[in-house]
């Protein structure tokens, strides 16, 4: 078997995998704010992150991955505080609905699913570490870490240090990236948002130090695997290793992989621009989950991913084909008997696709070597040369791939059903929406406010969010 060899970040070299404990790879994934619906951008670093680790399993490695539900954020707190909620009561449908999908899209639970806000003793005890270390230092109520105490800053994301200001802070989840800065380990509390009452003071943990408290809690101090989206390596990440390595002394993460993004008219999938499709916008355009999955997977993690509405046709008919040629393996009647030649044939296409992941996760090498088979097999059906015997050998061979792929079953109206997409509950189609939208414009134009009211209703009890922006125009979206 070729060895499995992955993209290091730190050191921008192919490494070969060596897990520190035998059998077992233990792996940290940044799991998404809990603030809003996950996009498919989103979901494409999560699909990355699902095929390595079902790839690992089908190495016989024994995968304990954690993955963090970030709810502890700027924006949540600020959202939960106009609500005037609770920080769970305001998360709690963005998890359902996160959980929800990973189920639609056949993305297998990390061993440990587990949520900021109940770490956040983990990540005081983290940050009294790093303050007898002397690596931190207090401003109006916060706690900052003193990046330029820690030699190796800049080393996974290669920023270029020079402009570094000795104490300039940054206190805010997002911000400009092009500058190395001091962050917050602990934020004072905002007047009417809440805190906690703690040992290092009230306030709440930045975002950085929820990770690593976490990371290092469930793996140990040194992880085998680190993954996220590129956007993450900085600062996200690099503050990771400052605040955990200058703790425990020990090398964070062995390799760090990133998968870069998936794009859309050119620029990044992003809910701050806007261009963003949730799943369930997709599913209510009549994408079926498994072409998601397909289409998120069908491109290699390290190489961007341009979405378009001709990807996601392709994307439904590979599907359809690798289902369609498992039917026909299962239900044609073939002569008698089994040929070496099928058998051989089929080993061949184990081989190479686990060939191709074993390569970084090559996922376009892996899936050639199954479309090749597919190819040459309904060949020799269609000439009589494939035998009854062999059926069941193909089949393997393609059970085997779906162990990754994870497309083949046909589940795709079950998964629907289970989000409230039944067939027999069509959800209102975009035509209908803008066709209502041009009737509501033409009811105001003609002062006709009880008709456009009524529009509105309609409109929202079918799920639709209608803005009136300022400019005069109207955007909108399923709920
Ligand atoms: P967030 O919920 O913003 O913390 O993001 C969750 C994960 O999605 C992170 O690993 C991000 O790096 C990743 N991500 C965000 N946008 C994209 C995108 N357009 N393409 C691929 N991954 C993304
Ligand atoms: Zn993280």
Redesign the pocket.
Known sequence: MTAIHLHNTLTNRLEPLDPIRKGEVHMYT?GPTVYDFAHIGNFRTFVFQDVLRRFLQSRKYRVLQVM?LTDVDDRIIQKAAAAKISIREYTEKYVQAFLEDMDALHLEAPEELVRATDHIEDMVALIERLQKKGLTYNSEGSIYYSIAKFPHYGRLSKIDLAGMKTGVRVDVDQYEKENARDFALWKAPKPGEHFWETRIGPGRPGWHI??SAMAMKYLGDTLDIHT?GVD?AFP?HEN?IAQSEAATGHPFVRLWLHAEHLIIDGEKMSKSLGNFYTLRDLFTKGHKPSTIRFLLLSVPYRRQLNFTSDSLKQAESSVARLRNFVSRLKAEQFPAGSSADIRKRAEKAETDFDAGLAGDLNTALALAAVFDLVRDINTAMDRGEFLQQDAPRVIAAMEKVDGILAVLAEDDDEKLAKLGFAPDKPRISPEQVEALIEERNAAKKRRDFKRSDDIRQQLADSGIIVEDTKDGSVRWKYK
Do not use: D, S, T, Y
């Open positions: 940044c963090n929820e990770c996220g993450l996200h990771e």
